[in-house]
């Protein structure tokens, strides 16, 4: 699954586009008992199911329609890859590539109301880091201790979204 958002310099959604990908997507279409509420859920949602010729051309036209500064991931270097290992490259041209997992633990664990948060309800590693991973900085995002990120892409880009339009908020600078 592919999701992706496009937003303004304040963060805010400009277009925004789900895709299954037809080939590694087929068990969540085939099997939609197994995935019971990932196919309801789609099914009610902004997704499109895809070849990697129909996602790259989706990707062409996108990068013709907006100039785009920077293309932001949680954990890029993944995203990237699976992305060419499906045959999609259009999105290697793009020189600024942000990571987010990366830019919250330089950044968002910098800020006492989250290090608080995380302390408050135990999101810590083994070596005592806070934890950044998409579900915890959603909770702490959506002020939700029961938040459940449900791993779809589209939903997970909109946390990203989120994270992008708090830091535009405040202002500061922030290390990449």
Do not use: W
Not at 17 to 38: C, M, R, V, W, Y
Not at 54 to 75: E, M, R, S, W
Not at 120 to 127: D, E, L, M, Q, V
Request: glycine share 6%; aromatic share 14%; charged share 30%.
């Amino acid at each position: 699954m592919v999701g992706v958002v496009v937003f303004d310099n304040y963060g805010y959604p400009i277009e925004k586009q789900g895709f299954i990908l037809a080939e590694t997507g087929k068990d969540i279409l085939d099997n939609k008992e197994h995935h019971k509420p990932s196919s309801e859920k789609m099914a009610k949602s902004n997704y499109q199911v895809v070849d990697k010729n129909d996602l790259t051309l989706y990707f062409q036209k996108l990068l013709k329609k907006y100039d785009f500064t920077a293309l932001y991931a949680h954990n890029i270097g993944c995203d990237l890859n699976a992305l060419r290992n499906y045959g999609v490259y259009t999105l290697d041209n793009i020189k600024e590539k942000r990571d987010t997992q990366y830019f919250c633990t330089y950044n968002l664990v910098k800020l006492p109301t989250y290090t608080k948060f995380c302390k408050k309800y135990g999101y810590r590693t083994a070596t005592g880091c806070y934890r950044v991973s998409l579900e915890v900085v959603g909770k702490y995002l959506y002020k939700d201790k029961d938040y459940q990120q449900n791993h779809f892409s589209l939903d997970d880009a909109m946390i990203l979204v989120d994270i992008i339009k708090m830091f535009k908020a405040k202002k500061k600078r922030l290390q990449y």
